[in-house]
């Protein structure tokens, strides 16, 4: 009898902590060994094969347009990120030539370019307000960091109402992106 008590405390006990667990034991990790890189990326998520384009692409299994991808660029003369312009001035430059190239159809404003340094490596947080052709409007988070003659670009992208509900886990995946 004493046995069964104990198991229906420890399963109540289980049960009322995992309601309360961070978002964070809701992530994933995904690692690159060959191209140096990993990030966390949310439960529930599934990489697509792409063709000629990123170096991978993970989406929500039931919003499929909500996305991560990893771009891998190589850099000039080994410029260092620092080298490459202020935040603000990369983050102008990413929006012109890859989020909103012309032509695209698509506007996009950055709406706040910073710094941060981890370990060694110079990291550019980005967030951009994005309008499709469609009138949709997307929210963009990006880092970008320089490694080994790389300019490595972890861009996650969602849309405006889910923004507003999950821009606190959003910011730890983008956050969580490293290259070694």
Not at 16 to 26: E, F, G, V
Not at 113 to 137: M, N, T, W
Request: net charge neutral; proline share 4%.
């Amino acid at each position: 009898m004493l046995k069964r008590i104990a198991i229906v405390l420890l399963a109540i006990v289980g049960l009322s902590l995992q309601s309360c667990t961070p978002a964070s034991l809701n992530l994933k990790s995904y690692v690159n060994t060959y191209q140096g890189y990993e990030f966390l990326y949310p439960n529930g998520w599934v990489e697509v094969k792409v063709n000629n384009g990123p170096d991978v692409v993970l989406h929500d299994l039931i919003e499929e347009l909500e996305n991560v991808s990893v771009v891998i660029n190589p850099i000039s003369d080994n410029k260092t990120l620092a080298e490459l312009g202020s935040p603000t001035e990369v983050g102008y430059r990413l929006s012109k030539n890859a989020i909103a190239p012309p032509d695209s159809g698509r506007q996009a404003e950055l709406v706040s370019a910073e710094s941060r340094q981890v370990g060694d490596e110079l990291y550019y947080l980005l967030e951009y307000a994005i309008k499709l052709p469609s009138q949709q409007l997307r929210h963009t988070l990006a880092s970008v960091v320089v490694r080994r003659g790389k300019l490595f670009t972890f861009n996650l992208s969602t849309s405006e109402q889910r923004w507003e509900k999950a821009q606190d886990l959003f910011r730890k995946v983008v956050n969580s992106f490293s290259v070694y």
